[in-house]
């Protein structure tokens, strides 16, 4: 199943992908296929831009441990 609409399965099938995404660790049809859902799901628009923000506050919590 690829994640390419908003319907459900689509939902269930992109969110354990959004990290992987996040890393660029999919392989292009999927990250295709995420980036497409994406653009058509607010939901998983939306815990995409928390994904981000969480990892993104990781980051600068380990930059300042580092420092």
Do not use: F
Request: hydrophobic share 35%; with cysteine; proline share 3%.
């Amino acid at each position: 199943m690829t994640g390419d609409s908003s319907s459900a399965s689509s939902c269930d099938w992109v969110g354990p992908r959004l990290s992987d995404y996040l890393d660029g660790e999919l392989d292009a049809i999927e990250a295709w296929s995420v980036r497409r859902h994406l653009a058509r799901c607010p939901a998983c628009r939306g815990r995409y831009a928390n994904l981000r923000r969480t990892v993104k506050a990781l980051q600068a919590v380990g930059d300042r441990r580092r420092s």
